[in-house]
């Protein structure tokens, strides 16, 4: 049953960061490292070169907060798999990221497919992030005139 209970946390770990990224919430994203966590992007499909590196919660809160450029995100969960190791958990979690920007007359997709790669450890009986590497394998942009759209 605990084998159950610490997928279904882990997962849930997952999808809160996901939604309080989406409500525009990067404290409450943030809150879900450790202390001194450390966010990783690589935005060229490897983890050779990182474009960005956040350690600690304010920095993450910062580059959480960054999405807010854009009028709406919506991140999409795919599948997952964790392995748990008694306090400590290894994970990956595919997702499809979907921004949107509205220009004048025009509005901006951009659509990033994203592994997510995580450490996890559990404190106080509760599971945080203590790495997240955020790998995006590929990206879209489209623009569409929204005078199209009626």
Request: glycine share 6%; with cysteine; hydrophobic share 35%.
């Amino acid at each position: 049953m605990r084998a159950l209970a610490d997928q279904r946390a882990l997962e849930r770990l997952t999808e809160e960061y996901a939604h309080a990224t989406d409500r525009r919430e990067p404290g409450r994203a943030a809150a879900l490292f450790t202390e001194d966590g450390l966010f990783t992007m690589f935005m060229d499909g490897t983890e050779n070169e990182p474009a960005a590196h956040y350690r600690g919660r304010p920095a993450i809160t910062e580059a959480i907060a960054s999405v807010t450029r854009y009028d709406a995100t919506t991140h999409f969960l795919g599948q997952r798999s964790f392995e748990v190791d008694g306090d400590q958990a290894q994970g990956e979690t595919y997702c499809l990221a979907y921004h949107v920007r509205k220009k004048p007359g025009l509005q901006v997709n951009v659509v990033l497919a994203i592994r997510y790669l995580d450490t996890c450890v559990r404190r106080d009986g509760r599971w945080l992030l203590s790495e997240r590497r955020l790998v995006t394998d590929w990206m879209e942009r489209s623009e569409h005139s929204l005078a199209d759209r009626r």
